[in-house]
């Protein structure tokens, strides 16, 4: 019903820049909050960043003054500009999406999330 697709992920040196692009696709009526999530090897899934559709903002201390998160509504697409990256920024990052669905016949005011199958970020020192 809903896809999300990263991409931008890549090999970067240390204090490199990167910038992530998860574009959502689908049955969408509207999105709400959308998120950057990472997970390294051996650890579990953490949050990055969030932005809700009024551009409200939310970092994780160990990013905050490095990465950005912002979104484009009308291409239902948020991204994640990340600079200054660290060898402990290495992991698979993970968008994510709360969405209510656009229905055929019904009206479903449901918030479904959603995740994208992650892009590779390594930072090499």
């Known amino acids: 019903q809903v896809q999300l697709v990263e991409s931008g992920g890549g090999l970067v040196h240390v204090e490199g820049s990167l910038r992530l692009s998860c574009a959502a696709s689908?049955?969408?009526?509207?999105?709400?909050?959308m998120g950057w999530y990472r997970q390294a090897p051996g650890k579990e899934r953490e949050l990055v960043a969030t932005i809700t559709s009024a551009d409200s903002t939310n970092y994780a201390d160990f990013v905050k003054g490095r990465f950005t998160i912002s979104r484009d509504n009308a291409k239902n697409t948020v991204y994640l500009q990340m600079n200054n990256l660290k060898p402990d920024d290495t992991a698979v990052y993970y968008c994510?999406?709360?969405?209510?669905?656009?229905?055929?016949?019904?009206?479903?005011?449901?918030?479904?999330?959603?995740w994208g199958q992650g892009t590779q970020v390594t930072v090499s020192s």
């Open positions: 689908g049955s969408i009526r509207s999105i709400n909050t």
């Open positions: 994510n999406a709360d969405v209510r669905l656009q229905r055929k016949f019904t009206v479903d005011n449901r918030w479904y999330k959603y």
